[in-house]
Each structure stands twice: as structure tokens, then as C-alpha cells.
């Protein structure tokens, strides 16, 4: 899940204050056709209503993978790795590296891309070159010159996905996806849903516990959004997260004696990457090293990007220091590539996962249409969080001018009648705030709070043998941990 995102449609019955429990029978959708795809993996399209509320009329294709079980099969385990707009088949692709070999042992392991994403009926708005600029702007506006260009970038982002996405952008909510998962449960043959979701993909598995309480056997939420706050509240908390995760890693820096930074305390160090981004700013940086950059130079919002990547991986962090070893010496192209890496562009230019993304999150939440108020909120998140705050607030500004009206009203997800739902939150995560985990456990009813002491986005499978164990037995035997559990 990349930082602008999480911010979560329905064309299901929606009130004003939220969705509705479905339990309605599912028309048919077919049984999957899979074909083999290489490397042990089967791959399959399935089926589903455009409108879920006019179940016989236009259909749209979801892209499906799967790898069966290696040993005594319990049912599938769908996946989910965040975004909005990350692909669910090229997750499942990684699958070694996602899940266990215990729990590959006992599930099929299914991916799948939800609708708008990737090989799902994508959102398109840009082409590559019109993306570059867009994620090149300015996104801290000085003065009035510099918020016209972003106020035009961002009017004109929402006007190409409206042109070239049309009456997709209505359908591409959660609400919608959730549905598409119960019609995938179902044609893969299973009773009831177990589901592994990361980052959004943890709002993804509320909505679906939400809408379908008798439907889930097991779910695990790992990097957990709160779905109860308003949008500015939602990016308000994040970048506060990636100001904590900052810190940690400059405080961790310092310890080793081979940092970038000058200064030999944290808020010296801090300070450094506020007065390097304003630099980046004055004076785009050079990012020719790497071969393929072009003409690209690196301006302060990919300044911004490039050193808050490193953030959702501890492993990551000595890139960091890397890019930044660079960075004060004039060359962007180490904050270059971390960037790209965040919005997945490769040289060969980018998928749709910042398209998804943006088209994913203005209908699933309700943003205002005044332009004054991101600049207000972004004048509150310099004083809070000063290096990551303005860019946040300002990066949801295409939502201002979407062609879809929101069709998700922010309120909790109670879930109420599901088996036991846990939830992973990790207490210095950069892009979900460990807060949002508590929140998320406290409002659903059957919600088990497993915490992990440590940094980096979500905490499955990412070496801490405590929380792959709990994670493990719960998925297997449905048994959660003791609600209020720590790791290590």
C-alpha cells in the first residue's frame, strides 16, 4: 500500500451512513476455467456484474491466479497486498516469500487483481509521459503560480481518468471488490472466506466481513486501516507515522556512526532532510547514474518519495542511507529509483497502480471540493509533521475535481456475528500508524489485537517467528492469540 492510498463504492444497497450487511444469494458467475501460467501456478478470468445492483447486465473480467496446496488442502486462501491498485496476482506470484510453507501446505494460495487494477478491467487516465509530469509537480506550492500548475495536474489527472475510464470509475470502490471476492469464494468452491490483507487490503477484509459476517472462517489484517476516520484525519495520522518512522531510522543511523547526516543528534539530522528537500525544490537534482533517468530530474515530491520508500522495510533502511549519502552530494538518482520502486514505474514506463489508486480512494471516501481546504490542511501538517504533511495533503487534491461521487460514508465496521478477525499492528509502522490497528480491533466485534514491536510496514512473514506463528495457527486452526498480545 503506498502512502496516498488507503484512503477506500457501491453499487450495493449503500445508506448514508454506510454499507449494509449482503446476504443476498449471488447470481451465477460460472465456474473458473484455470489454465496453467508457469512455474506451478494456474491462472483464471472470472465473471462479475459492472453494477453488483444489476446483477444480468454488463460483466467485467477479474484476473485470478492460484497455487495449490503442497500437502493436506484445508480450501484457498485469498490475498490481498494494499494499495489501492497493488496487484493481487503478481502477490501470489511471490508467494514463497508472502506466506509459510506450512500455510502453502494447507490452502491453495489465490491472487487476484480487484477491479480497476492491473489485468481487472484497469482505470486508465494518463500516458507515461503525462504521469512523469503529473508525480513531478510541485506538490508544496509556494506561492500562486506554483498551486495553479498543481490545481491544472491535478484537474487534469481526474478529467483523463473520466474520459478514458468512463462509468468504470463508479464501480471501482471497495464495496464493489469486497462483492468480488464473495463471487470468487464461491467459484473457487469454498464455504466460507479465509484471507490474508495487507495495508488497504486490511479495509478490503472489514468491508467483506462487514457486508458478509456468516461468510468469513478466518481473516488476518496485517497493517491495519481505520475505516471510521474522515480523510484529512487519515492523512493527518499518516504522515505523523512517517515522521515516527523517520525518526526511527535516523536514530538508528546515528547509532551506526555511518550516517549521511552532519549532525550528530536526531533533530540536527531531521532537519538536514527538511533543508534538503527545500533545496530539491529551489533546484531540481541530476539523476543520470543509473542509465535510464533521461531527461528525468529529481524534484521535491520524488525527493520525498524516494526517502520515504525505504521506510516500509527495515531492510531498506541502509538504501536509504545510501540514496541520502548521494542525494547531499548533488545526485538524485538513488531517491530516483526508490520513487519509481513506490509507483511502479519501470523503464519501460508504469503500471496503473497510481491510476487505481487515486480512482480507488476519491470514491471511497468523501473529500471536499474546496481547494482552500488542502491548502489548510496542509498548513496544519507543517507545524505536526514538517517534512512529510504538506505533500500528503495536498496529493489527494484530484479527489477535488473526480467525476464519481463518493459512495462510502467513513464510519466504523463492526462486523457483527463473524468468527474472530485479527489484526496485526506493528508500532512503528511509517504508512499504517499502529493506532489505527487498536481503532480497527476495538470497533469489530469479534476483533483480536496482535501487536508487533518493531518497524516497517505489516509484520507477517517479515521475521519475527512470534507473530508468524500466531499468524500461522490462526489461519490453519482458526484459533486466534490472546486478544492484547505483543511480539516479541
Same mark, same amino acid.
Given at each position: 500500500?503506498?502512502?496516498?492510498?488507503?484512503?477506500?463504492?457501491?453499487?450495493?444497497?449503500?445508506?448514508?451512513?454506510?454499507?449494509?450487511?449482503?446476504?443476498?444469494?449471488?447470481?451465477?458467475?460460472?465456474?473458473?476455467?484455470?489454465?496453467?501460467?508457469?512455474?506451478?501456478?494456474?491462472?483464471?478470468?472470472?465473471?462479475?456484474?459492472?453494477?453488483?445492483?444489476?446483477?444480468?447486465?454488463?460483466?467485467?473480467?477479474?484476473?485470478?491466479?492460484?497455487?495449490?496446496?503442497?500437502?493436506?488442502?484445508?480450501?484457498?486462501?485469498?490475498?490481498?497486498?494494499?494499495?489501492?491498485? !497493488?496487484?493481487?496476482?503478481?502477490?501470489?506470484?511471490?508467494?514463497?516469500?508472502?506466506?509459510?510453507?506450512?500455510?502453502?501446505?494447507?490452502?491453495?494460495?489465490? !491472487?487476484?487483481?480487484?477491479?480497476?487494477?492491473?489485468?481487472?478491467?484497469?482505470?486508465?487516465?494518463?500516458?507515461?509521459?503525462?504521469?512523469?509530469?503529473?508525480?513531478?509537480?510541485?506538490?508544496?506550492?509556494?506561492?500562486? @503560480?506554483?498551486?495553479?500548475?498543481?490545481?491544472?495536474?491535478?484537474?487534469?489527472?481526474?478529467?483523463?481518468?473520466?474520459?478514458?475510464?468512463?462509468?468504470?470509475?463508479?464501480?471501482?470502490?471497495?464495496?464493489? @471488490?469486497?462483492?468480488?471476492? %464473495?463471487?470468487?469464494?464461491?467459484?473457487?468452491? %469454498?464455504?466460507?472466506?479465509?484471507?490474508?490483507?495487507?495495508?488497504?487490503?486490511?479495509?478490503?477484509?472489514?468491508?467483506?466481513?462487514?457486508?458478509?459476517? !456468516?461468510?468469513?472462517?478466518?481473516?488476518?489484517?496485517?497493517?491495519?486501516?481505520?475505516?471510521?476516520?474522515?480523510?484529512?484525519?487519515?492523512?493527518?495520522?499518516?504522515? @505523523?507515522?512517517?515522521?515516527?518512522?523517520?525518526? @526511527?531510522?535516523?536514530?538508528?543511523?546515528?547509532?551506526?556512526?555511518?550516517?549521511?547526516?552532519?549532525?550528530?543528534?536526531?533533530?540536527?539530522?531531521?532537519?538536514?532532510?527538511?533543508?534538503?528537500?527545500?533545496?530539491?525544490?529551489?533546484?531540481?537534482?541530476?539523476?543520470?547514474?543509473?542509465?535510464?533517468?533521461?531527461?528525468?530530474?529529481?524534484?521535491?515530491?520524488?525527493?520525498?518519495?524516494?526517502?520515504?520508500?525505504?521506510?516500509?522495510?527495515?531492510?531498506?533502511?541502509?538504501?536509504?542511507?545510501?540514496?541520502?549519502?548521494?542525494?547531499?552530494?548533488?545526485?538524485?538518482?538513488?531517491?530516483?529509483?526508490?520513487?519509481?520502486?513506490?509507483?511502479?514505474?519501470?523503464?519501460?514506463?508504469?503500471?496503473?497502480?497510481?491510476?487505481?489508486?487515486?480512482?480507488?480512494?476519491?470514491?471511497?471516501?468523501?473529500?471536499?471540493?474546496?481547494?482552500?481546504?488542502?491548502?489548510?490542511?496542509?498548513?496544519?501538517?507543517?507545524?505536526?509533521?514538517?517534512?512529510?504533511?504538506?505533500?500528503?495533503?495536498?496529493?489527494?487534491?484530484?479527489?477535488?475535481?473526480?467525476?464519481?461521487?463518493?459512495?462510502?460514508?467513513?464510519?466504523?465496521?463492526?462486523?457483527?456475528?463473524?468468527?474472530?478477525?485479527?489484526?496485526? !499492528?506493528?508500532?512503528?509502522?511509517?504508512?499504517?500508524?499502529?493506532?489505527?490497528?487498536?481503532?480497527?480491533?476495538?470497533?469489530?466485534?469479534?476483533?483480536?489485537?496482535?501487536?508487533?514491536?518493531?518497524?516497517?510496514?505489516?509484520?507477517?512473514?517479515?521475521?519475527?517467528?512470534?507473530?508468524?506463528?500466531?499468524?500461522?495457527?490462526?489461519?490453519?486452526?482458526?484459533?486466534?492469540?490472546?486478544?492484547?498480545?505483543?511480539?516479541?
Amino acid at each position: 500500500m503506498w502512502f496516498r492510498a488507503l484512503t477506500v463504492l457501491v453499487a450495493v444497497a449503500l445508506l448514508a451512513a454506510g454499507c449494509v450487511r449482503d446476504e443476498r444469494p449471488l447470481p451465477a458467475t460460472g465456474a473458473l476455467a484455470w489454465t496453467d501460467c508457469g512455474d506451478g501456478f494456474q491462472c483464471a478470468k472470472l465473471a462479475v456484474p459492472l453494477d453488483h445492483d444489476v446483477p444480468d447486465g454488463e460483466r467485467i473480467r477479474i484476473s485470478v491466479i492460484r497455487l495449490p496446496a503442497t500437502g493436506d488442502r484445508i480450501g484457498s486462501l485469498l490475498l490481498n497486498p494494499g494499495g489501492p491498485g !497493488g496487484s493481487g496476482v503478481a502477490y501470489a506470484r511471490a508467494a514463497q516469500s508472502v506466506v509459510s510453507p506450512g500455510v502453502r501446505a494447507r490452502f491453495d494460495i489465490v !491472487g487476484f487483481d480487484p477491479r480497476g487494477v492491473g489485468e481487472s478491467a484497469p482505470v486508465d487516465c494518463l500516458d507515461d509521459r503525462r504521469l512523469d509530469a503529473f508525480l513531478a509537480l510541485d506538490a508544496t506550492p509556494d506561492d500562486a @503560480a506554483e498551486r495553479a500548475a498543481l490545481e491544472r495536474g491535478s484537474r487534469e489527472f481526474a478529467q483523463g481518468c473520466a474520459a478514458h475510464a468512463g462509468k468504470l470509475l463508479r464501480h471501482v470502490g471497495t464495496v464493489d @471488490a469486497a462483492r468480488d471476492m %464473495d463471487a470468487l469464494r464461491e467459484a473457487l468452491g %469454498d464455504r466460507k472466506l479465509t484471507y490474508l490483507g495487507k495495508s488497504y487490503g486490511t479495509f478490503l477484509g472489514a468491508v467483506y466481513a462487514d457486508l458478509f459476517p !456468516g461468510r468469513t472462517r478466518a481473516l488476518v489484517l496485517d497493517g491495519a486501516v481505520d475505516p471510521a476516520l474522515s480523510r484529512f484525519r487519515f492523512n493527518a495520522d499518516q504522515a @505523523a507515522g512517517f515522521e515516527v518512522a523517520f525518526r @526511527a531510522y535516523v536514530d538508528d543511523c546515528l547509532a551506526r556512526g555511518d550516517c549521511p547526516f552532519r549532525s550528530r543528534d536526531a533533530d540536527g539530522a531531521l532537519e538536514e532532510l527538511t533543508e534538503l528537500l527545500r533545496r530539491t525544490d529551489r533546484h531540481p537534482l541530476p539523476a543520470g547514474a543509473g542509465g535510464d533517468a533521461g531527461d528525468r530530474v529529481v524534484t521535491e515530491p520524488l525527493a520525498l518519495l524516494g526517502a520515504l520508500t525505504p521506510l516500509y522495510d527495515r531492510g531498506g533502511w541502509p538504501m536509504l542511507t545510501e540514496a541520502l549519502t548521494q542525494a547531499f552530494k548533488g545526485d538524485g538518482t538513488m531517491l530516483l529509483h526508490n520513487a519509481d520502486t513506490l509507483v511502479d514505474r519501470a523503464f519501460d514506463g508504469y503500471s496503473n497502480q497510481t491510476e487505481a489508486n487515486m480512482a480507488v480512494n476519491c470514491v471511497d471516501g468523501v473529500y471536499p471540493k474546496d481547494v482552500a481546504a488542502y491548502e489548510r490542511a496542509a498548513a496544519d501538517l507543517s507545524r505536526t509533521a514538517p517534512r512529510f504533511g504538506p505533500y500528503i495533503a495536498w496529493s489527494s487534491l484530484p479527489c477535488a475535481y473526480w467525476p464519481a461521487r463518493p459512495t462510502f460514508q467513513n464510519h466504523p465496521l463492526t462486523a457483527k456475528g463473524a468468527p474472530p478477525i485479527l489484526v496485526v !499492528g506493528t508500532t512503528r509502522d511509517p504508512a499504517t500508524p499502529y493506532a489505527w490497528a487498536r481503532s480497527l480491533a476495538g470497533e469489530l466485534e469479534s476483533g483480536v489485537l496482535l501487536t508487533y514491536d518493531g518497524d516497517g510496514h505489516t509484520a507477517y512473514n517479515s521475521g519475527d517467528t512470534c507473530v508468524d506463528t500466531a499468524v500461522d495457527r490462526y489461519l490453519v486452526t482458526g484459533a486466534p492469540p490472546k486478544n492484547g498480545a505483543t511480539c516479541p
